[in-house]
């Protein structure tokens, strides 16, 4: 079964610029889940979208907003991009359940924003 | 907001040592998670404990829960250079409306050949 994917791998954009990644779940999960990764911060939750319903939202500005599609394949987007953007962006799916949950990390977008 | 503090940020020790990290947290779980991550790459599930075990292992890890104290541990044995990683550890709340992990700041675990 193949894993998660997310695309594209490494991004450069200017400040003010928006951007969109794509996650792809593992085929029969319904939750996808995105998390901001920077040495400053550490793993920081963005939300969850389960069966393209936001589950969840973390503690970011409006600027961070997402989606989910029928299929479970997810977007997010960042507008008005600023410096601080800079980080490695995850995305993990599960199946949703309530318990015992066990995340399914892709490899992460690097977004350089200069 | 980190839920969990790890312990030590970094630790360097000699192949075939066993390596120990532990992890604090502040509410109360429905489980526990560890995950380890290769240099800035996505993160792999290690090993999930309930909030109703003490103990669990697999292979050549062992994790302990005390929920008492808010505290788990992660002990690696016989450690090996593919080992070199970062461990995180995440606690599942799991509220209504909180449906997602929370990592804590990890430990940069370095394998000396």
């Known amino acids: 079964k193949a894993g998660v994917t997310q695309t594209p791998r490494y991004l450069i954009k200017t400040r003010g610029q928006q951007v969109t990644l794509s996650c792809s779940p593992i085929s029969g999960h319904r939750s996808v889940s995105w998390y901001q990764q920077t040495p400053g911060q550490g793993l920081q939750f963005l939300f969850e979208y389960f069966s393209e319903t936001q589950r969840n939202k973390g503690n970011f500005p409006g600027r961070f907003s997402g989606r989910q599609f029928s299929n479970s394949r997810s977007e997010m987007n960042v507008s008005t991009l600023e410096l601080g953007d800079s980080a490695l962006y995850l995305c993990?799916?599960?199946?949703?359940?309530?318990?015992?949950?066990?995340?399914?990390f892709g490899p992460g977008t690097r977004l350089l924003v200069l | 907001s980190q839920q969990g503090e790890e312990d030590p940020q970094a630790l360097s020790i000699q192949e075939g040592e066993n390596a120990t990290m532990n992890c604090s947290y502040k509410t109360s779980i429905n489980n526990l998670q560890w995950y380890r991550q290769n240099s800035g790459r996505g993160l792999v599930h290690l090993i999930l404990?309930?909030?109703?075990?003490r103990e669990k292992h697999s292979g050549r890890l062992r994790v302990t829960l005390d929920t008492s104290k808010k505290s788990s541990s992660l002990l690696i044995t016989a450690s090996r250079a593919a080992d070199t990683a970062s461990y995180f550890c995440?606690?599942?709340?799991?509220?209504?409306?909180?449906?997602?992990?929370?990592f804590g700041t990890g430990t940069r675990l370095t394998i000396i050949p």
């Open positions: 404990i309930r909030s109703n075990e």
């Open positions: 993990a799916s599960s199946w949703g359940d309530r318990d015992q949950e066990t995340q399914y």
């Open positions: 995440a606690t599942d709340a799991r509220t209504v409306g909180n449906e997602k992990l929370t």
